[in-house]
């Protein structure tokens, strides 16, 4: 028996002008159909109070109050932000969270970056012991310190300064950035290390050529995630904060509750619009490298 021939295939042969061929479209499946509805579902939750808080921010007194809340406004009027920062010290609240969350996380980065690379790439005798004693502090709540540090805090006289919010705020998320800072650390090749020690780089020269540079992304995971804490923190501005001049934005928002509870809403909402805009941009132009850096840190190889 002779073993047939195979079926000779010609290649599809176009002149240089024709159109390419078309592909056949893939029918959608239930699976497909399914997660396009779930991502449409999140999107709507996530950017409807969004788009609510603006619109509401445009809205007059009169038709907030008398109207349907969630209708679209009769009129549009921009004298709710002048009346934000009449009403409070909005620039003064909004220069002093500015001031706590850079100052928190210049904190976090350094300090973070140290500890994972000591523990991580460095290492010594009890490093996992270190490491899990750190990663249990995310665990422990914010409430437990706020007594003693009140009273630490009156002892050395620093109540009522932007340490007394900055220590604490970067205190407490070290943990988890010093997860995400190792986690990164082991996913560089230890050849590169290797390789600079035989060139004859010391730790310190290794730290700040070659794991620095390859740590932008996971800085700025890093200083994004703990950032959005950090500037809408309550607890410890309320607590450590005595004076008008040091409030930051969660406590200069008190300042539109007048008498007997009355609450200018839409001026309040103007405030809030004029606050969250600064992370909101910041987030829009630096969330690819975010997402990369949570990715970096995630794998390993």
Do not use: H
Request: hydrophobic share 50%.
């Amino acid at each position: 028996m002779t073993a047939q021939a195979a079926p000779i295939t010609r290649p599809v042969i176009t002149s240089p002008g024709s159109p390419p061929p078309l592909r056949r479209r893939r029918k959608p499946t239930l699976y497909s159909t399914l997660s396009k509805v779930l991502i449409a579902l999140i999107v709507i939750v996530q950017v409807y109070p969004l788009a609510w808080l603006f619109i509401t921010s445009l809205r007059t007194e009169q038709d907030f109050a008398t109207g349907d809340p969630f209708a679209l406004p009769k009129a549009i009027t921009f004298d709710n932000y002048v009346r934000a920062f009449q009403t409070g010290n909005l620039a003064m609240n909004i220069v002093n969270s500015f001031i706590v969350t850079m100052g928190a996380n210049v904190l976090i980065v350094l300090l973070g970056m140290m500890a994972a690379y000591a523990l991580q790439v460095l290492g010594f005798r009890f490093s996992k012991v270190v490491r899990g004693l750190f990663l249990i502090g995310i665990i422990v709540p914010v409430q437990i310190a706020l007594v003693p540090l009140f009273i630490d805090y009156s002892t050395v006289n620093l109540l009522d300064t932007y340490p007394s919010m900055i220590i604490p705020l970067a205190g407490f998320a070290l943990p988890m950035s010093i997860y995400l800072f190792s986690s990164f650390f082991d996913y560089i090749p230890r050849e590169t290390y290797e390789a600079a020690s035989l060139d004859g780089a010391g730790p310190y020269r290794i730290f700040g050529l070659i794991t620095l540079p390859l740590s932008v992304n996971t800085v700025v995971t890093v200083v994004l995630v703990n950032s959005i804490f950090i500037w809408n923190d309550f607890i410890f501005a309320n607590t450590f904060v005595l004076s008008e001049g040091l409030k930051t934005i969660p406590l200069g928002l008190q300042n539109y509750i007048g008498a007997m509870g009355k609450t200018d809403w839409t001026a309040t909402f103007a405030a809030v619009c004029v606050t969250i805009t600064p992370l909101l941009l910041v987030f829009l132009v630096l969330n690819k490298a975010m997402i990369q850096g949570l990715e970096s840190g995630a794998t390993k190889g």
